[in-house]
C-alpha cells in the first residue's frame, strides 16, 4: 500500500503502465530546480497545455511592474519653482504696487476696462521704475504691466491659467502649491501667490463677485465666474494649509453631442440615441463620478430640446449653459449671518411648478429635493433632467432611493421606488477613465417593477478591451441589440424608426 491508498501491484509497477502519481525518488545531491519539468518512465508528469504560452504573461511584465512601484515609493517630490524671468517679474510688481497705488485713484480705476487702465498705467509704470532705478526692456514692461493690472482688476496669478484654453480644472492648495488638470491629467503649476493674505484677498474678491463671503464664521463657500466657471472655496480654520480654492473651468464654445462622439466619448449610434432622447421630452437622468462629464452632457442635451419650449434650471451654483432660447435659471441662497433667509433646491422646485414650465432641470440632486423632481416628471414636465453622483446605473437608482428617504417623507421604500420606475426613462452613466478620457459607459432604460426590485434593460455598454503603449485606454461601445422600451415615446414624436435602428 502506498501513501496514497493505491496497491503496489495495481497500475503503476507493471512495466508500460502508467505510473503511479505521487511516486517520487528520494532527493540527492542538491534541491533540482522545481520550475523544469522532470520526465518520468511512461512520459511527462506535467505536460504543457496546447497553446497555454498565448496565455501567459511576458517574463518581464512583473519585474516592470515591482520596478514602477519602487520608483514611486522612493520618489521626493518638490514643489514647482518660477522661472527666473517670471520670478523677477513678481519681485519687481512687490517693489512697484504700493508706489502705483499712491498714484491711482481707486474708485477712478475701478471703472475703467483693462485696456484703458493699461493705456492710463503705462507712463506711471515707467514714472516709478525710473524712481526705483530699474531698466526694463519693452517684453519685461509688457509683462510687468500684465500682472499689475491682474493683481488690480482680476484674480492675480490665476489669471494666466484662467485665460489658457486647454485647461479644465485649477486647484489651489495654499499659497505655495497649484495644480491644474491638462487632457485629463494632472500636472504642476508654475504659479505661486505672494502669501496667505495675497490668496485670501483673490478668494474674497471671487465670491463677492455673485454675492456671497468666505470668512472665519462661513468658511465654505460655493461660486462661480462670469464665464459660468464653478469655484469652490475653504478658508482656515478648516483648511490646514491656508486658502484653497477649486475652479472648474467650462469651455467657451458650446458642447454638443456630436462634439462629444468625435472626442470619442460614444459611438454613432448612441450619439443617435442621446438626440432622440432630447428631442422626444424623455425624463432622462445623468450619473457619474466627480469630474466625470455630468454637467457637459447635460449641457449638449439641452441643444436636441424644442426652442418653443420654457425650460427652468435649478442648481446651488449657476454652472448650465443651456443651448436653448427661453430659459431661465435658477440659484439657491446660503442662510445669512443669523442663519435665516436659506432658499434651498428643494423650494425652488416646489416654486418652479407655479411658473408655467415644460421642463425642469436640476444640476445636481443631493438629497429629498429628488422627490419633488419625480413629482414633477408625474405631472405634466416630461423631458426634465437631473445629474447626480453614482457608479453605476443600479446604484444610481438606489442612491435616489436613499436621497428620498433622507428627507421627512414618510412613505414606503416600495412606494419610492415604483415612482421612480414611473418617472425616470433613461439613464446615462458616465466616466472618467484612468487615462483621463471620458466616456460614456451605460445606457440603460427603467422598464418598470418585477416584484419591489425595478427592472433595467442595458441599451449600450462600453466594453475595456486593452491599453495602448502610450496609456490610452481602447474599448468598444456595444449596442445590447434589443429593443426599446421607450419606443413608444419616440413613435409619438416621429423617431422610432430611427431610435429602433440605432438601438439594434
Request: aromatic letters at 4%; one cysteine or more; charged letters at 25%.
Amino acid at each position: 500500500m502506498t501513501a496514497f491508498g493505491r496497491r503496489s501491484g495495481i497500475g503503476g509497477m507493471n512495466a508500460g503502465a502508467r505510473p503511479a502519481f505521487g511516486v517520487a525518488k528520494p532527493l540527492k545531491g542538491a534541491v533540482p530546480d522545481r520550475t523544469q519539468q522532470v520526465p518520468l518512465p511512461g512520459g511527462e508528469q506535467f505536460p504543457p497545455v496546447p497553446g497555454a504560452e498565448a496565455f501567459a504573461p511576458p517574463a518581464n511584465l512583473r519585474d516592470d511592474a515591482m520596478s514602477r512601484l519602487a520608483d514611486r515609493a522612493n520618489a521626493v517630490h518638490t514643489d514647482a519653482e518660477q522661472d527666473g524671468f517670471e520670478a523677477s517679474i513678481h519681485k519687481i510688481k512687490e517693489q512697484v504696487l504700493p508706489r502705483l497705488l499712491e498714484r491711482v485713484d481707486p474708485e477712478a480705476a475701478a471703472t475703467l476696462t483693462k485696456d484703458e487702465l493699461s493705456e492710463e498705467f503705462r507712463p506711471i509704470i515707467i514714472e516709478v521704475l525710473a524712481e526705483l532705478k530699474i531698466t526694463f526692456n519693452r517684453r519685461e514692461q509688457f509683462a510687468l504691466e500684465k500682472v499689475l493690472i491682474d493683481e488690480l482688476l482680476g484674480f492675480g496669478p490665476l489669471e494666466e491659467l484662467l485665460n489658457d484654453p486647454d485647461i479644465s480644472d485649477i486647484m489651489v492648495n495654499g499659497p505655495n502649491q497649484t495644480y491644474i488638470e491638462k487632457k485629463g491629467r494632472l500636472q504642476l503649476a508654475g504659479i505661486r501667490f505672494r502669501d496667505e493674505q495675497h490668496l485670501f484677498q483673490i478668494a474674497q474678491r471671487i465670491v463677492n463677485q455673485v454675492g456671497r463671503r468666505v470668512d472665519q464664521t462661513t468658511p465654505l463657500a460655493d461660486a462661480r465666474l462670469k464665464d459660468g466657471s464653478r469655484v469652490n472655496v475653504i478658508v482656515p480654520p478648516l483648511s490646514l494649509r491656508g486658502t484653497a480654492i477649486s475652479i472648474r473651468k467650462f469651455s467657451e464654445k458650446p458642447i454638443t453631442i456630436d462634439m462629444l462622439k468625435d472626442f470619442g466619448s460614444m459611438s454613432d449610434k448612441m450619439a443617435t440615441v442621446l438626440k432622440i432622447a432630447g428631442a422626444c421630452r424623455m425624463n432622462v437622468v445623468i450619473s457619474g463620478g466627480t469630474g466625470s462629464g455630468k454637467t457637459t452632457m447635460l449641457n449638449a442635451l439641452s441643444k436636441m430640446i424644442d426652442p418653443g419650449e420654457r425650460v427652468l434650471t435649478i442648481e446651488d451654483a449657476a454652472e448650465l449653459r443651456l443651448q436653448q432660447p427661453h430659459w431661465l435659471p435658477l440659484e439657491t441662497r446660503p442662510p445669512n449671518l443669523e442663519g435665516q433667509g436659506a432658499i434651498t433646491i428643494g423650494d425652488l422646485v416646489k416654486n418652479a411648478l407655479r411658473m408655467r414650465p415644460d421642463r425642469i432641470i436640476l444640476g445636481e440632486i443631493r438629497g429629498a429635493e429628488c422627490f419633488d423632481l419625480l413629482a414633477a416628471m408625474n405631472t405634466g414636465h416630461d423631458g426634465s433632467m437631473c445629474t447626480l453622483h453614482a457608479n453605476s446605473p443600479r446604484e444610481c437608482l438606489g442612491r435616489m432611493e436613499n436621497m428620498i428617504l433622507m428627507g421627512d417623507i414618510k412613505i414606503p421604500k416600495e412606494a419610492i421606488s415604483r415612482q421612480i420606475a414611473e418617472s425616470v426613462d433613461l439613464i446615462v452613466q458616465v466616466k472618467r477613465l484612468r487615462d483621463g478620457s471620458r466616456r460614456t459607459t451605460n445606457i440603460t432604460e427603467v422598464i418598470g417593477m418585477e416584484g419591489d426590485v425595478i427592472v433595467t434593460q442595458e441599451l449600450f455598454k462600453f466594453e475595456y478591451l486593452d491599453e495602448s503603449d502610450d496609456g490610452k485606454i481602447i474599448g468598444e461601445f456595444r449596442p445590447s441589440g434589443l429593443r426599446p422600451y421607450t419606443l413608444e415615446k419616440a413613435r409619438q414624436f416621429g423617431f422610432d424608426q430611427a431610435y429602433l435602428e440605432a438601438c439594434l
